[in-house]
C-alpha cells in the first residue's frame, strides 16, 4: 500500500511540473548522459576532456563571480556534451543558487533538482536539498519547498529535524502552506516508521521522537484551518512514533477534540491531568478546561457542565511543578482504550517549549485565570442558565448555588441570578430557584421576591402572586430587610420593604440575552449522531456506521462535513476505493442541496483517495 501511496505521489507530482518531465527527454540533453554512462569505462578523447575541465572551469567561476546566468549557459552546454556533471559540482550549483535573493534563481535551481531526480536521484545531495527547500520556503514558495522535501524522503533518506523545523516554520505562514505541511510530516513519520523493523531500530525515531514542538506547529495550523482530518491523522502518528508530547500538546489536542465532538476523550484527558501531583503553565491547561465545558454546553448535558464548575472551584492544586521524580506522566486518549485501533499520546506535565506562543485568550470564553486559579466567566453562567431554563432542568443549577455556598465558594450573586431571569421572562425558573435556595436555608433577600412579585403582577398571573405573597409571610420572621407589622397585599407593599431596590439591566441580564441570539437546541443530536458514526469507523464497523447515518437522515438531522470525514477515514483504512466514489456521490448531492457547506480538507483527502484507487 505504501508503494501504491508513492506511485500516486508520484504521478501527481509529474501532473503538477510538466517541466520535470519534459526534462527527461532526449531533445533537453539527457540522451548523452546514458551514453555517458554506458561509455565510461571507455578512452575518453583529449579534445573531450579538455571541453569538459573547461566548461567546469567556467561553472565555478560563474558562481562565485556571481555570474549565474554564464554558469546557468556553462552547465547547460556541459550537459549537452558530456551529460550530468559529477554530483559535487551539482550539489555546488544547487547549494550557491539558494543562496540568491531572486527568486529567478531558486526556481532554476528547482528545476534542477527535478531534472537530475527524473533522471539520477543519486546525484542528488541530502544537505543541499534541505538547504534548498528552506530558501524556497523563506520566499514563500510552498509547493517546491514540499516537491523538495518529498524528493529527499523517496530518496529514503531522513531530513535533519532542526532544519526541517524551520521550513515548516516558514511555510506554515499561507494556508496553501499548512495544507502542504500537515502532508509532508505525515510522509515523514511514515518513511521514519518504515525504517524501523524491529524494537531494536527504534533509536532511529529518536531526532523525531524528541521534536513535540514541531508536531505542535503543524496541528495549531490544522486547528486555524480546520483541516481535522490531517490533524487527527498526525495525533496518530505521534502515538505510534512515541512522541513524548509537552502541554502545548495538550492545548492544541483539546482543540481538535472539541472541534469534532470528541467529548469522551477529553472527559479521559482530565482524568489523566486531575491524578497529576500538580499543574505548573495553569494558564495552558485554562485551554484545556475551556474546551471541555464547551463540549459540556453543546451536547446539552447541564449535569455534566454543573459538576464540572463545581470541580473546577474546589480544586486547588499547586503551580509549581516540583522535580522530585513523583510526578507522572499524563496521557492524551485517541479513540477508545477498549479498541486494537486506538491511539495514546504520553505529555510530561512539566515541559512546555516557551517558544512556542499560544494565545491568552480562551478560545470561547468560558474559563479565565484569575489570582493563579481557574473560574468560570459569566458567559458560562449564562450558558449554563439558558440550558436548564430550556431544558426545564432548574435542580441542577439549584443544586450547583447550593453546593457552592456550602463550601463558602463567593463566586456567584444569587440575586443577580434570579433577577436575570425575571428579566428575561423566565418567572417560573426564577421563583424554582427561591423556592430550592429557601429550602436549603440560603437566604437570598426581599428584593429579588419583590422583584418577582412585580413580574407576576405584569402579567396578570393572579394565582402565582397570591401564593408568593404567602411565602414572604413565611420567611419575614428572619428577614431584616422587611416589616412584620403590616398586612402582605400587593397595594401596601412598599409600607412592608424598607428599601425596595428597582430592578436593573445587569452584564448577566445581557450575557444571557446575547446567549439566547445563538441557541441551538438541536446540535447536541448532530454531535451524538457523529460520535458514533466515528466509533464505528474507528472499529472497521463500516456497515453499523451507515445504519447510524440512515437513521440520521431519517430524523432529518444534516450531516455535517465532520460525518463525512469520518466515514471517508473508515473507508480508506479498510482501502475501500469504491465505497469511497459513492459517498463523493452523496457529498455532491448534500452540497447540491445546500445541506452541507465545502470543506476544503474533506476534498483533499477525497483527491488522496482517488489517486490511491487509481481513479484518475
Same mark, same amino acid.
Given at each position: 500500500?505504501?508503494?501504491?501511496?508513492?506511485?500516486?505521489?508520484?504521478?501527481?507530482?509529474?501532473?503538477?511540473?510538466?517541466?520535470?518531465?519534459?526534462?527527461?527527454?532526449?531533445?533537453?540533453?539527457?540522451?548523452?548522459?546514458?551514453?555517458?554512462?554506458?561509455?565510461?569505462?571507455?578512452?575518453?578523447?583529449?579534445?573531450?576532456?579538455?571541453?569538459?575541465?573547461?566548461?567546469?572551469? *567556467?561553472?565555478?567561476?560563474?558562481?562565485?563571480?556571481?555570474?549565474?546566468?554564464?554558469?546557468?549557459?556553462?552547465?547547460?552546454?556541459?550537459?549537452?556534451?558530456?551529460?550530468?556533471?559529477?554530483?559535487?559540482?551539482?550539489?555546488?550549483?544547487?547549494?550557491?543558487?539558494?543562496?540568491?535573493?531572486?527568486?529567478?534563481?531558486?526556481?532554476?535551481?528547482?528545476?534542477?533538482?527535478?531534472?537530475?531526480?527524473?533522471?539520477?536521484?543519486?546525484?542528488?545531495?541530502?544537505?543541499?536539498?534541505?538547504?534548498?527547500?528552506?530558501?524556497?520556503?523563506?520566499?514563500?514558495?510552498?509547493?517546491?519547498?514540499?516537491?523538495?522535501?518529498?524528493?529527499?524522503?523517496?530518496?529514503? *533518506?531522513?531530513?535533519?529535524?532542526?532544519?526541517?523545523?524551520?521550513?515548516?516554520?516558514?511555510?506554515?505562514?499561507?494556508?496553501?502552506?499548512?495544507?502542504?505541511?500537515?502532508?509532508?510530516?505525515?510522509?515523514?513519520?511514515?518513511?521514519?516508521?518504515?525504517?524501523?523493523?524491529?524494537?531494536?531500530?527504534?533509536?532511529?525515531?529518536?531526532?523525531?521522537?524528541?521534536?513535540?514542538?514541531?508536531?505542535?506547529?503543524?496541528?495549531?495550523?490544522?486547528?486555524?484551518?480546520?483541516?481535522?482530518?490531517?490533524?487527527?491523522?498526525?495525533?496518530?502518528?505521534?502515538?505510534?512514533?512515541?512522541?513524548?508530547?509537552?502541554?502545548?500538546?495538550?492545548?492544541?489536542?483539546?482543540?481538535?477534540?472539541?472541534?469534532?465532538?470528541?467529548?469522551?476523550?477529553?472527559?479521559?484527558?482530565?482524568?489523566?491531568?486531575?491524578?497529576?501531583?500538580?499543574?505548573?503553565?495553569?494558564?495552558?491547561?485554562?485551554?484545556?478546561?475551556?474546551?471541555?465545558?464547551?463540549?459540556?454546553?453543546?451536547?446539552?448535558?447541564?449535569?455534566?457542565?454543573?459538576?464540572?464548575?463545581?470541580?473546577?472551584?474546589?480544586?486547588?492544586?499547586?503551580?509549581?511543578?516540583?522535580?522530585?521524580?513523583?510526578?507522572?506522566?499524563?496521557?492524551?486518549?485517541?479513540?477508545?482504550?477498549?479498541?486494537?485501533?486506538?491511539?495514546?499520546?504520553?505529555?510530561?506535565?512539566?515541559?512546555?517549549?516557551?517558544?512556542?506562543?499560544?494565545?491568552?485568550?480562551?478560545?470561547?470564553?468560558?474559563?479565565?485565570?484569575?489570582?493563579?486559579?481557574?473560574?468560570?466567566?459569566?458567559?458560562?453562567?449564562?450558558?449554563?442558565?439558558?440550558?436548564?431554563?430550556?431544558?426545564?432542568?432548574?435542580?441542577?443549577?439549584?443544586?450547583?448555588?447550593?453546593?457552592?455556598?456550602?463550601?463558602?465558594?463567593?463566586?456567584?450573586?444569587?440575586?443577580?441570578?434570579?433577577?436575570?431571569?425575571?428579566?428575561?421572562? #423566565?418567572?417560573?425558573?426564577?421563583?424554582?430557584?427561591?423556592?430550592?435556595?429557601?429550602?436549603?436555608?440560603?437566604?437570598?433577600?426581599?428584593?429579588?421576591?419583590?422583584?418577582?412579585?412585580?413580574?407576576?403582577?405584569?402579567?396578570?398571573?393572579?394565582?402565582?402572586?397570591?401564593?408568593?405573597?404567602?411565602?414572604?409571610?413565611?420567611?419575614?420572621?428572619?428577614?431584616?430587610?422587611?416589616?412584620?407589622?403590616?398586612?402582605?397585599?400587593?397595594?401596601?407593599?412598599?409600607?412592608?420593604?424598607?428599601?425596595?431596590?428597582?430592578?436593573?439591566?445587569?452584564?448577566?441580564?445581557?450575557?444571557?440575552?446575547?446567549?439566547?441570539?445563538?441557541?441551538?437546541?438541536?446540535?447536541?443530536?448532530?454531535?451524538?449522531?457523529?460520535?458514533?458514526?466515528?466509533?464505528?469507523?474507528?472499529?472497521?464497523?463500516?456497515?453499523?456506521?451507515?445504519?447510524?447515518?440512515?437513521?440520521?437522515?431519517?430524523?432529518?438531522?444534516?450531516?455535517?462535513?465532520?460525518?463525512?470525514?469520518?466515514?471517508?477515514?473508515?473507508?480508506?483504512?479498510?482501502?475501500?476505493?469504491?465505497?469511497?466514489?459513492?459517498? #463523493?456521490?452523496?457529498? *455532491?448531492?448534500?452540497?447540491?442541496?445546500?445541506?452541507?457547506?465545502?470543506?476544503?480538507?474533506?476534498?483533499?483527502?477525497?483527491?488522496?483517495?482517488?489517486?490511491?484507487?487509481?481513479?484518475?
Amino acid at each position: 500500500m505504501r508503494s501504491l501511496f508513492q506511485a500516486c505521489y508520484h504521478y501527481r507530482r509529474l501532473a503538477s511540473f510538466p517541466c520535470a518531465a519534459e526534462a527527461a527527454s532526449p531533445a533537453n540533453g539527457y540522451e548523452p548522459w546514458r551514453r555517458y554512462i554506458s561509455t565510461s569505462t571507455s578512452k575518453v578523447l583529449p579534445w573531450e576532456a579538455s571541453s569538459r575541465e573547461t566548461l567546469l572551469r *567556467k561553472i565555478d567561476s560563474g558562481m562565485k563571480d556571481g555570474n549565474v546566468e554564464e554558469a546557468l549557459q556553462s552547465f547547460g552546454n556541459y550537459k549537452k556534451l558530456h551529460g550530468l556533471p559529477e554530483p559535487q559540482v551539482l550539489n555546488s550549483m544547487i547549494v550557491s543558487l539558494s543562496y540568491m535573493s531572486s527568486r529567478r534563481w531558486l526556481q532554476r535551481a528547482f528545476d534542477m533538482v527535478l531534472s537530475v531526480h527524473q533522471i539520477n536521484s543519486n546525484l542528488l545531495n541530502c544537505d543541499s536539498l534541505m538547504k534548498l527547500a528552506l530558501a524556497l520556503a523563506r520566499d514563500q514558495m510552498p509547493v517546491p519547498a514540499s516537491t523538495v522535501l518529498r524528493i529527499i524522503l523517496e530518496s529514503g *533518506k531522513l531530513p535533519d529535524v532542526d532544519l526541517l523545523s524551520m521550513v515548516f516554520l516558514h511555510m506554515l505562514k499561507s494556508q496553501v502552506g499548512s495544507y502542504l505541511v500537515s502532508d509532508v510530516l505525515i510522509e515523514t513519520c511514515e518513511s521514519f516508521l518504515d525504517q524501523v523493523a524491529d524494537r531494536r531500530e527504534m533509536k532511529k525515531l529518536d531526532p523525531i521522537k524528541n521534536s513535540a514542538t514541531l508536531f505542535n506547529m503543524v496541528l495549531e495550523s490544522c486547528v486555524n484551518f480546520k483541516c481535522i482530518i490531517k490533524a487527527q491523522k498526525i495525533m496518530e502518528l505521534m502515538s505510534l512514533v512515541g512522541v513524548v508530547a509537552d502541554v502545548n500538546t495538550v492545548v492544541i489536542a483539546s482543540h481538535v477534540f472539541e472541534m469534532v465532538g470528541q467529548r469522551d476523550e477529553l472527559i479521559q484527558m482530565k482524568r489523566s491531568i486531575d491524578s497529576l501531583t500538580s499543574l505548573p503553565f495553569l494558564q495552558h491547561y485554562q485551554h484545556f478546561y475551556d474546551s471541555l465545558l464547551s463540549l459540556h454546553f453543546k451536547y446539552n448535558d447541564m449535569d455534566a457542565a454543573a459538576k464540572f464548575l463545581i470541580n473546577l472551584h474546589q480544586q486547588r492544586k499547586p503551580s509549581v511543578f516540583f522535580c522530585n521524580g513523583l510526578q507522572k506522566q499524563g496521557a492524551i486518549q485517541i479513540g477508545s482504550g477498549n479498541l486494537k485501533t486506538g491511539y495514546k499520546i504520553m505529555f510530561d506535565p512539566g515541559k512546555v517549549d516557551r517558544g512556542f506562543i499560544l494565545g491568552r485568550e480562551s478560545q470561547f470564553g468560558l474559563v479565565v485565570l484569575t489570582d493563579g486559579n481557574l473560574l468560570h466567566t459569566e458567559k458560562a453562567l449564562a450558558k449554563l442558565i439558558a440550558g436548564c431554563v430550556k431544558s426545564r432542568n432548574m435542580h441542577t443549577l439549584s443544586n450547583l448555588f447550593i453546593m457552592l455556598h456550602k463550601e463558602d465558594i463567593d463566586v456567584i450573586s444569587l440575586r443577580d441570578v434570579v433577577n436575570a431571569c425575571i428579566q428575561m421572562g #423566565w418567572l417560573h425558573a426564577a421563583h424554582d430557584i427561591l423556592d430550592d435556595l429557601e429550602s436549603a436555608g440560603i437566604q437570598v433577600g426581599i428584593a429579588s421576591y419583590i422583584s418577582l412579585l412585580r413580574a407576576y403582577e405584569k402579567e396578570n398571573k393572579s394565582e402565582e402572586l397570591n401564593g408568593l405573597l404567602q411565602q414572604i409571610q413565611k420567611i419575614s420572621s428572619v428577614m431584616d430587610d422587611i416589616r412584620t407589622n403590616s398586612p402582605f397585599t400587593i397595594k401596601n407593599i412598599a409600607k412592608i420593604v424598607k428599601d425596595e431596590i428597582p430592578l436593573t439591566h445587569s452584564s448577566l441580564f445581557a450575557a444571557l440575552a446575547e446567549e439566547m441570539k445563538h441557541y441551538n437546541p438541536g446540535e447536541h443530536l448532530t454531535l451524538e449522531f457523529n460520535n458514533s458514526i466515528l466509533f464505528f469507523c474507528k472499529a472497521k464497523m463500516m456497515e453499523d456506521a451507515l445504519c447510524i447515518y440512515k437513521r440520521m437522515r431519517e430524523q432529518n438531522i444534516w450531516p455535517t462535513s465532520y460525518t463525512f470525514c469520518h466515514i471517508l477515514c473508515g473507508y480508506s483504512s479498510m482501502d475501500m476505493h469504491r465505497e469511497i466514489t459513492m459517498l #463523493w456521490g452523496e457529498i *455532491k448531492r448534500r452540497l447540491e442541496y445546500g445541506e452541507l457547506d465545502v470543506d476544503r480538507d474533506l476534498l483533499d483527502c477525497l483527491v488522496l483517495d482517488f489517486l490511491k484507487g487509481m481513479f484518475f
